[in-house]
């Protein structure tokens, strides 16, 4: 595991990142567009994603004064979903059956050390720089069981390569070891809970980090060759990636971020040149022993790791945030571009591709991403989703600019690297346990499928008794036998996706229409008209709900007449329409 992100604002001013001036030349040419199908349309009352009552968290409104009208139309906008965007991470068996996930993820600082050898890993600055054993004591160990479970979830497996250039070290009988002894360098501002010995790297003033520290304490140098038996031991035991076996490899996490999660081992920022020859060689010695295995990366963290690196967010941040001597030898260009050229070119030249999935992570800067529930913050996260792909939503936090993710990461794969496909590989909008959460995620798995992204993985896997995991079981088994939404994306268009989204698709297998409704309101109830054109359906259709802390409820089936279908939808709830198809055309 890894505790970050829930609060990454704090962590981005430790890095002298809480200003982001000039990051916006960077952007893609994707000038203001009018709404389309899907997209947000001026409404009658409708708090819009900049309305300053909605950016000074007044009161939420009740929308249940006047009906919202949500159009579908079936024959546009039609684009294939990718299965593969549903995915999670270290999920237990049961939770990827209950999901019907398709993908889990073994990643996080703590798989950036992981020696497979000795089956141990270092927490880095999550908990006091300490490497410890993993379980069973066996080489590979916690990786093979990461896999049997994955496979017993019906889930494939997506493995983190160490490229950091260290993994972890055990002490006599597997004990623990810890980079900043107290012994060794002197008193610090915290120490391990019963282990007075082991530091967290910081002087007692809590300002002064401890340098020069020896990084052979708690790990041992490695390279690509030390790795090379570890994907062997994975081939000979689970089988090349074409008969089933390990078919995605991450190429480490979050590289941007070493100087500061792993410092204890690797204190210099990295840099543009280290991490695309990381790619390279062991990308390179991966597809050396299974050929149709897939390379994931940069994994990068969030805003400021997709345009610098690590080298240059050190120099940013020891120089009033400007500056970018890294960047600015690699002709100006901003990092994950530069990236996507460089294996560009490298294809172009050997006739290999080293890069297969583009992959990001993001998460909300604004507070919504952890688990404050009170009404500014609730809405908020109802907004916040659209940096995942409106160009018109200038982030609310200290990004203070248009992050439009899925569309900014095509954009660069369509200039950089054409072919290339794109993942989300983290993300989290926080609060689990309320419909707060619930609501955000179900808005997301149908941004990812409305905005053609290939591969995504949540961080980490909700607890099955939450109202996020039944929102995600809306999507992939909303009635226990694997049935879920559709796989071929149609427009949906609504008039304010901050509080109420909706998407349709086809569902290929029985050619039934499936609309998932998002009321994200607060209070109230909120009546809805909802009009489907270019669909030959029946007159009803079968009605899922997700609601407060009940469980996913068949509904009685809703009344379609004449396309149109009116119901009252509960504050803060998820709604599923299966509609299946009819003999008539319309």
């Given at each position: ?8 604002l ?31 349309f ?17 009161a ?30 270290f ?8 999901l ?7 990643g ?14 270092n ?47 055990l002490?006599?009988?597997?004990g ?9 360098y ?56 074409a ?37 390279i ?9 299974d050929p ?21 967010l ?6 009033n ?32 591709r080293m ?46 600019e ?14 950089s ?8 590989t ?18 997301i ?17 909700p ?24 796989d071929?994306s ?7 996706p ?8 086809i569902?290929?297998?029985?050619g ?22 270019h ?22 089936d809703?009344?379609?007449s004449?396309?149109?279908l ?7 709830s ?7 198809k ?5």
């Amino acid at each position: 595991m890894k505790f970050k992100h829930w609060s990454l604002l704090a962590g981005c001013t430790a890095l002298g990142l809480s200003s982001l001036h000039g990051a916006a030349a960077d952007a893609p040419d994707l000038p203001p567009a009018p709404p389309q199908l899907g997209q947000a349309f001026p409404g009658p009352g409708a708090i819009g994603a900049n309305d300053p009552q909605a950016a000074n968290g007044l009161a939420p409104q009740n929308f249940a004064t006047a009906p919202t009208s949500i159009f579908i139309d079936a024959q546009a906008a039609r684009h294939p979903i990718s299965p593969l965007i549903y995915g999670v991470a270290f999920a237990s068996p049961a939770q990827l059956l209950a999901l019907n996930a398709p993908l889990n993820r073994s990643g996080g600082n703590a798989i950036t050390r992981y020696n497979w050898k000795d089956n141990s890993s270092n927490r880095a600055n999550d908990w006091y720089y300490v490497s410890l054993p993993e379980d069973p004591p066996v080489p590979s160990g916690s990786m093979d069981k990461f896999v049997a479970d994955s496979k017993a979830g019906g889930a494939m497996p997506l493995l983190t390569i160490p490229t950091i250039g260290w993994v972890a070290k055990l002490g006599p009988n597997r004990g623990k070891t810890y980079s900043f002894s107290v012994a060794k360098y002197g008193p610090q501002q915290k120490t391990e809970p019963n282990f007075p010995d082991i530091g967290n790297g910081i002087k007692p003033d809590g300002k002064t980090k401890i340098t020069g520290n020896d990084p052979n304490d708690a790990n041992q140098p490695v390279g690509v060759e030390y790795q090379r038996p570890f994907i062997q031991h994975l081939t000979d035991k689970w089988g090349k990636s074409a008969g089933g076996g390990v078919r995605y490899y991450l190429m480490d996490n979050e590289p941007s971020l070493w100087h500061e999660t792993h410092r204890d081992a690797h204190p210099a920022g990295d840099t543009m040149d280290e991490y695309r020859n990381d790619v390279i060689n062991y990308g390179a010695m991966v597809k050396s022993i299974d050929p149709g295995a897939k390379i994931l990366g940069p994994e990068e963290w969030g805003w400021p790791g997709y345009f610098w690196s690590g080298a240059d967010l050190v120099y940013r941040g020891a120089h009033n945030y400007a500056g970018q001597p890294d960047r600015d030898a690699h002709g100006g260009m901003a990092f994950f571009p530069w990236l996507l050229t460089q294996m560009r070119d490298y294809e172009k030249k050997t006739g290999h591709r080293m890069l297969d999935v583009a992959t990001l992570h993001i998460y909300p800067q604004g507070g919504d991403g952890g688990d404050d529930i009170s009404p500014k913050i609730e809405m908020l996260r109802n907004r916040s989703t659209r940096a995942l792909w409106d160009p018109n939503y200038k982030d609310e936090s200290w990004i203070n600019e248009p992050i439009m993710l899925i569309p900014r990461m095509k954009s660069w794969v369509a200039s950089s690297y054409p072919g290339t496909q794109i993942g989300i590989t983290e993300y989290n909008w926080g609060a689990e346990k309320s419909m707060s959460g619930a609501t955000a995620q179900a808005d997301i798995f149908g941004i990812f499928g409305r905005e053609g992204l290939d591969l995504a993985t949540r961080w980490t896997t909700p607890d099955m008794a939450t109202p996020t995991f039944k929102a995600m079981q809306m999507f992939r088994n909303y009635d226990g036998k694997k049935s879920g939404f559709g796989d071929l994306s149609v427009a949906a268009r609504v008039p304010d996706p901050d509080t109420l989204a909706s998407f349709a698709a086809i569902r290929r297998a029985d050619g039934a229409l499936t609309i998932m409704v998002i009321n994200k309101s607060l209070t109230g109830s909120t009546p809805v008209s909802l009009s489907v054109s270019h669909f030959a359906g029946g007159a009803s259709a079968q009605a899922w709900q997700l609601a407060g802390t009940e469980p996913i409820t068949r509904l009685p089936d809703a009344s379609v007449s004449g396309g149109t279908l009116a119901a009252a939808l509960p504050a803060q709830s998820v709604t599923l329409y299966v509609i299946p198809k009819g003999a008539m055309p319309r």
